[in-house]
């Protein structure tokens, strides 16, 4: 089945410790893109990817970065985490503008900061 | 900027009945979407139902459906028959067309819980 894969699903890391987190699809969606969401709130979108092109958000501390090294392939770095950046991390995919024009969800990566 | 209220944080119904969720937004936008995202505890948020704004018919997937009042800008959604696989939290979410590949906004969600 078509999908969007998160890894890993959970992630433990130190203050100020550089973690990546990987989003794959087999959609073959054009936009991917990345969502936080902390505990018992909505989820807030980071910053996005239309094919090659980076579309940050206003507010995205810049401690946060992505790669899209191909299609299929989107990666959040952060840099230098702190206890705040603990969350939940939500890759979605979506092609706008076409039949279905959705997005669709990871399951997501639980990040921890100790 | 949008915004999307879901005014309820929890609400809780009986197995086999049936419950609305209310949503309401701001825009200033004529054509826009509106979609029902269920997030079961630990598992991933997964699309229920969508409206587009220029439809007037409201959206229906099996047992969910929707009241769209696009002048009230309300977007309600009606769970009939609730099951115990229901439960989970409920987003509302807001894009606009012109907006492409523009993220979704979320309500802050509610918490249903199915009493068996």
């Known amino acids: 089945d078509a999908m969007v894969i998160q890894n890993p699903r959970y992630q433990v890391t130190q203050f100020g410790k550089p973690v990546t987190l990987s989003c794959s699809q087999t959609?073959?969606?054009?936009?991917m893109y990345w969502y936080q969401q902390k505990s018992s709130q909505a989820p807030k979108l980071l910053f996005h990817?239309?094919?090659?092109?980076?579309?940050n958000e206003a507010d995205t501390p810049d401690n946060f970065q992505s790669r899209r090294p191909n299609t299929s392939f989107c990666f959040l770095d952060i840099r230098s985490p702190g206890l705040g950046d603990a969350a939940m991390y939500l890759c979605a995919t979506s092609t706008p503008g076409g039949i279905d024009d959705t997005q669709y969800f990871g399951p997501g990566t639980r990040l921890t900061v100790l | 900027a949008q915004t999307v209220t879901q005014s309820q944080p929890e609400m809780s119904v009986q197995e086999a009945e049936t419950v609305t969720l209310s949503c309401t937004y701001d825009?200033?936008?004529?054509?826009?979407?509106l979609f029902w995202y269920k997030q079961p505890p630990s598992r991933q948020m997964i699309l229920v139902i969508r409206?587009?704004?220029?439809?007037?018919q409201n959206a229906t997937e099996n047992r969910f459906s929707v009241n769209f009042q696009k002048a009230a800008k309300s977007f309600s959604l009606k769970i009939s028959d609730s099951q115990l696989g229901d439960a989970a939290m409920y987003f509302c979410?807001?894009?606009?067309?012109?907006?492409?590949?523009?993220?979704?906004?979320f309500g802050k969600g509610t918490h249903l819980i199915i009493q068996p």
């Open positions: 959609l073959n969606h054009n936009v």
């Open positions: 409206q587009e704004a220029y439809k007037q």
């Open positions: 825009t200033s936008e004529s054509d826009y979407y």
């Open positions: 990817y239309y094919d090659k092109d980076f579309n």
């Open positions: 979410a807001y894009r606009s067309v012109s907006g492409g590949a523009d993220g979704l906004t």
